[in-house]
């Protein structure tokens, strides 16, 4: 059996998809389609459930992923650790929100470059969960971190940490809300204030209102700019109120440049997940940066 087909095969079975399987093989549609149909000729039996939206593998097909992916992954391996000596230096690609990566995933992935220089190369970018999702299932990323959790076979997540987010203010809004922290939960107080956000749709504040308050605001938006560290430095000259991960407004909170308004007893939670490729975990230089993202992450708390 060739073992091109087989490659081709299992590609198709994680990603679901012709289309998907194309373009993570740098192959056609017709092409990917063409393989599929020599394989199923030659075992006499359909591997795929074609339907609207891509495929579903038939139990034979299933049977045939489950016995010959393991091995296909293992040759991947052997020929990523064989190739030469320099084979460790190979650019490792990481996608993900720009405030969470710049401040947090960045920083420890840089440790495994090493001080002499040796380690992997180090890329990134920046994007919303979908365009890192798919820019991860057609091969542009080896790393992803995203809060929406990837479904199907083509990709597998592991939850990395839990993000915290605080409502916060510069010290001058305290008096005039009549807040000076605590656990008093009334958004009454918060009424027609003015707050910044990354979006026009406030995601942050429509998520915490609806969590802390079981409200929805009825704030505007005074200041709508699409990264989180700007936030913060709006909301650190008294331009509104906002909501933001504990970890990016530690430093401004010790030093009091903006004051959390309320500590609820359960405060609202994001998760990020970190998502790879199906399989390619075999892959080394791959495994050790899954593998100290997920034991830096533990201690970020």
Known sequence: MDLALLRTFVTVHRAGSFTRAAALLGLSQPAVTSQIRTLERQLGRPLFLRQA??????????ELAHKAAPHLDALVEIAEAGLDERSSLRTLHLAGPPEFTAERALPALAELTGSDGQGPALRASFGNAEE??????????DLAITTTRPRGALLTATPLCDEEHILVAAPRWVSRIGSSGGHHRDARLLENLPVVEVHESLPFVTRYWASVFDSRPTSPGAVIVPDLRAVLACAAT?????????YLCASALERGEIIALYEP????????????????????????AHE?????????G
């Open 265 to 288: 007893a359960v405060p609202p939670l994001r998760t990020y997940f970190l998502a790879v490729r199906t399989g390619t975990l075999a892959m080394p230089p791959i495994a050790r």
């Open 53 to 62: 939206r891509g495929v579903t593998p038939t139990s034979i097909g299933d």
């Open 238 to 246: 008294g331009a509104g109120l906002a909501v933001l991960p504990r």
């Open 292 to 300: 100290w993202l997920l034991r830096t992450a533990a201690s970020w």
């Open 132 to 141: 890192t999702l798919e820019g991860l299932a057609a091969g542009h990323h």
